[in-house]
């Protein structure tokens, strides 16, 4: 079975900053940096879910962007579906709320986190593209 999952790549309203989070002791994948995000639910949008997550996870109301290519990862214990949506924070009071500790990050500061092995493939597009991409285009 394959666990639907998106993530919320949520930008910091000035748009040069990426918000991450670190995952708490008593979840899957401890201390790892990753995006906020969870379990799509049954009848909910990727984009629903990301704008829920987002104000559950890390308290923030965000503008969905646009969604980016989906990521399939098998960890030993299970497969996600990773479903990147692009989002614009409407404010920079990000909390941790489901995390340890949330942070706003440099693009290229991302390639020094530990973020899950599915993550990867996000990361190092972020890494490569994103400073150029066409939707950051009026935020840069």
């Known amino acids: 079975m ?14 040069r900053q990426i918000l991450v989070a670190r995952r708490p002791d008593n ?20 984009v629903d879910c990301c704008i829920r997550e987002a104000r559950e996870e890390v308290a923030l109301e965000v503008t969905v962007l646009r969604e980016l ?5 098998a960890y030993p214990d299970r497969t996600v579906r990773l479903h ?25 500061e991302l390639a020094g986190l530990r973020f899950p092995e599915g993550n990867r493939e996000i990361v190092e597009g972020l890494v490569k593209k994103m400073p150029a991409h066409p939707a950051l285009e009026n935020l840069l």
């Open 2 to 15: 394959t666990i639907d999952i998106a993530l919320c790549i949520i930008l910091h309203p000035e748009g």
């Open 27 to 46: 979840v899957h994948l401890p201390g790892f940096w990753e995006f906020p995000g969870g379990k799509v639910e049954p009848g909910e949008t990727i």
């Open 69 to 73: 290519p989906s990521v399939v990862h």
């Open 84 to 108: 990147p949506v692009l989002c614009q924070a409407t404010s920079t009071d990000a909390r941790p709320l489901a995390s340890s500790e949330v942070r706003w990050v440099e693009f290229g």
